[in-house]
């Protein structure tokens, strides 16, 4: 069995910045890309940022030079820094995760519960 977990989400002003953190727990041998995506009421949900094993990142354009994702593999951690944040970042946030559960397992896409992030203007 493995979980995501994410934390962090609330309500802030325009401007202001949030912390996400997303810890993959339970039978786990290997974590491959994480990554984090959002859904708007009435909207798809999209890729906002993605850090592979190795430390590679990939954002999304409208949130490049505001978010910045990093992860802790010792703790199977995922962690989005958001900064100067905008009404139109209001979205549930999903923690996404590719992960083997042993040695020879295919990658697994596991999904978080989602944190709800609120930005007033």
């Known amino acids: 069995q493995v979980q995501l977990v994410e934390s962090g989400g609330g309500l802030v002003q325009a401007g202001g910045s949030l912390r996400l953190s997303c810890a993959a727990s339970?039978?786990?041998?290997?974590?491959?890309?994480m990554g984090w995506y959002r859904q708007a009421p009435g909207k798809q949900r999209d890729l906002v940022a993605s850090?592979?094993?190795?430390?590679?990142?990939n954002y999304a354009d409208s949130v490049k030079g505001r978010f910045t994702i990093s992860r802790d593999n010792a703790k199977n951690t995922v962690y989005l820094q958001m900064n100067s944040l905008k009404a139109e970042d209001t979205a549930v946030y999903y923690c996404?995760?590719?992960?083997?559960?042993?040695?020879?397992?295919?990658?697994?896409?596991?999904w978080g519960q989602g944190t709800q992030v609120t930005v007033s203007s």
């Open positions: 850090i592979t094993s190795g430390g590679s990142t």
């Open positions: 996404n995760a590719l992960i083997m559960r042993y040695r020879g397992d295919y990658n697994g896409n596991y």
């Open positions: 339970g039978s786990i041998f290997s974590i491959n890309a």
